[in-house]
């Protein structure tokens, strides 16, 4: 799966785990792995832009999606046996999304993670127009947020376990080093 990241805002972000917040959603969403992605960030003025051209309603947002045309529209891109496919651009805008990360009580980055999926889903054909599809799509942007942080966090302690391995082995003479000899 190709996901091209750019950031053009300004704002220093952990742009790998962005990239891995999107893979995760979009491997969750049994998306081809031969889809392409691309993932911007831009400036409050930029996206201030994006918003009015494409959505006619002022002001910055936080996240938009550009679907590429290109795609079936009778069919998600999440279906079954659909083969590759440039499934198009999430636009993000870390300076606006920092307010709602700090009204919602979580980092800037578990903010990007939420509207990195968010943005997916919209890539996939989800939309919250309507009541029920918002549940439908909130319930499942939630349950890919919380899969996601649950193999962030699994991944996070087992590299510390295997670096704290790797001391103890050192101690004791058994590391990689000794075992050449």
């Known amino acids: ?13 952990d742009e790998g785990s962005i990239v891995s917040a999107a893979r995760f959603a979009l491997d969750r969403m049994g998306v ?14 930029v996206m201030a832009d994006l918003h009015e ?5 002022p002001g910055p947002t936080d996240v938009m999606a550009f679907p590429m045309d290109e795609l079936d529209s009778a069919r ?7 083969g590759p496919a440039l499934l ?29 999926v968010h943005g997916v889903l919209h890539l996939l054909g989800y939309d919250h127009a309507e009541p029920a599809e918002e549940r439908e799509m909130f319930t499942l942007q939630n349950r890919i947020l919380a899969d996601f ?9 087992a590299a ?4 704290a391995d790797d001391k103890v082995l050192g101690a004791v003479g058994l590391d990689e080093k000794n075992e050449e000899v």
């Open 1 to 13: 799966m190709s996901i091209e990241i750019a950031n053009e805002s300004g704002v220093g972000v």
């Open 88 to 116: 198009g651009d999430i636009v993000l805008c870390p300076a606006f999304a920092k307010d709602q990360a700090k009204k919602a009580g979580h980092s800037l980055l578990d903010e990007l993670h939420l509207l990195t």
């Open 76 to 82: 998600r891109p999440d279906a079954a046996g659909l």
């Open 32 to 45: 081809s792995p031969l889809a392409e992605l691309s993932v911007l960030l831009v400036e409050l003025d």
């Open 149 to 157: 942080r649950t193999a962030r966090d699994e991944a996070q302690r």
């Open 53 to 57: 051209r494409w959505m006619d309603l």
């Open 160 to 163: 510390h376990q295997r670096s």
